[in-house]
């Protein structure tokens, strides 16, 4: 996962020489000003007996399980102890403008891509590990959209709920009978978790989120099924 977002950082890095050095590309990074394109990335792995994720910025992961909501990552703000000592000692100032900002600009301490900030802005990510349990009921991966306005709490609630409302599947008839079961309860698992997502951006909306919002979940009791 580190080398993966190493490596996407460096493609936003060769895009903007690219695009400096053959002003007729045709690709969206055109100017020197796409040294200041940038983005968080939150990803997970979802295994029989793992969950690992991988984050660089603010968005976040959060486990929902038994009701409770469990941050699988830690928000990488400028003013994050450990983020503030990192930035200073490469040399870089966390300035207050409208919130903690590196050099008074960047809101975050980790990001893909964001050049002119380097070496302060990193891509690493922080990784983490977390055991499965027959209490895990969802993963809602979001940018900060969501999480600016919507609590871990909340978006557990809400998320559950949804997956609570799918339509149970029918005892099986048959061993044909068993495998259309599964593949409707499969089906169904993804309507709800869309409906989830939709719902859960909509919310962030409806609060008046100001960035930009992007919301995943997964059943993670249809996951242990498979």
């Keep these: 996962m580190e080398r993966s977002f190493e490596r996407m950082d460096m493609e936003v890095q060769q895009s903007t020489v690219d695009s400096i050095e ?19 990335a939150v ?6 007996d793992k969950i690992i994720v991988a984050n660089c910025g603010d968005s976040r992961a959060v486990l929902c399980q038994n009701g409770v909501a469990l941050p699988l990552s830690d928000d990488h703000k400028p003013d994050r102890p450990d983020e503030l000592l ?8 966390v300035i207050y403008w409208d919130g903690a900002r590196v050099l008074g600009v960047l809101a975050m301490s980790r990001a893909i891509g ?25 993963l809602i991966l979001g940018s900060d959209g969501l999480w600016d306005v919507v609590t871990n709490e909340t978006a557990c609630g809400v998320a559950r709920m949804c997956l609570r409302a799918q339509k149970p599947a029918s005892p099986p008839m048959s061993p044909d009978s068993d495998a259309v079961v599964r593949g409707a309860g499969v089906e169904s698992s993804d309507k709800a978790c869309w409906d ?4 859960l951006t909509k919310l962030a909306l409806a609060r008046h989120s100001t960035d930009n919002v992007s919301v995943v979940v997964v059943d993670l009791k249809e996951n242990q099924q498979l």
Excluded: H, M, W
């Excluded at 990803?43 to 029989?48: E, K, M, Q």
């Design 22 to 40: 053959n002003p007729n590309c045709r690709c969206e990074l055109q100017t020197p000003q796409c040294d200041a394109v940038g983005s968080t």
């Design 43 to 48: 990803v997970a792995v979802v295994t029989r």
């Design 86 to 93: 990192r930035i200073e000692k490469a040399g870089g100032r």
């Design 114 to 138: 964001d050049n002119y900030l380097k070496p302060f802005v990193i891509p690493e990510p922080e990784v983490t590990i977390t055991e499965r349990s027959s209490r895990d009921e969802c």
């Design 196 to 199: 989830a997502s939709i719902l």
